[in-house]
């Protein structure tokens, strides 16, 4: 089994919203979520988001329709220091990527703007079981908010105080 196409919708379903179970749709712009640290939340603000170099699914950046799997991240950092990004992503074409895929690190060069892992997959390598995307251009993406933050109220006000810097989005600063 090599997975399946997601079916384009033709954008005729604007502001539909899927729960991380459902099938993303193609074209479609979504809201997900990026887990950070506070000085990457700041440089991301600042000057974008820069792809990964590698991972489960490649190149690109990581982001999930789940918030659970964003405040996760990252892995190794200290719960105090890590920030969730609200985003807008314009997914464009995307590619479901399963367990053995043959195109789970070249899917962009077929063409496919995102590749998608569904919740619950059974994939040892997504042992939370919550939803991944890896979105290959990063302009497709555009932070809008702070989903979350940590306890640490003077961290979340400068990661806020920056996001009005660069009027890049409201800032409704959530802790916990």
Not at 122 to 137: I, K, Q, T
Not at 165 to 174: E, G, H, S
Request: aromatic share 10%.
């Amino acid at each position: 089994y090599w997975g399946w196409e997601v079916v384009d919708d033709g954008g005729s379903n604007p502001g539909v919203v899927l729960q991380p179970t459902q099938s993303p749709q193609n074209r479609g712009v979504y809201k997900m979520y990026h887990g950070t640290t506070i000085a990457n939340a700041r440089l991301i603000v600042a000057n974008g988001f820069k792809p990964s170099s590698g991972g489960l699914l490649g190149k690109g950046v990581y982001v999930s329709r789940d918030k659970k799997k964003a405040t996760r991240y990252p892995l190794k950092s200290d719960a105090s220091d890590r920030v969730v990004l609200k985003l807008k992503v314009r997914v464009g074409r995307v590619k479901r990527i399963d367990k053995n895929h043959h195109l789970q690190y070249t899917w962009n060069e077929h063409g496919y703007d995102t590749a998608w892992v569904p919740a619950n997959c059974g994939w040892d390598a997504v042992p939370s079981g919550l939803e991944e995307d890896c979105v290959f251009d990063p302009k497709r993406i555009k932070v809008v908010d702070i989903a979350k933050a940590s306890g640490n109220v003077s961290s979340s006000f400068l990661v806020c105080k920056c996001l009005r810097r660069y009027q890049l989005a409201t800032c409704t600063t959530v802790s916990g």
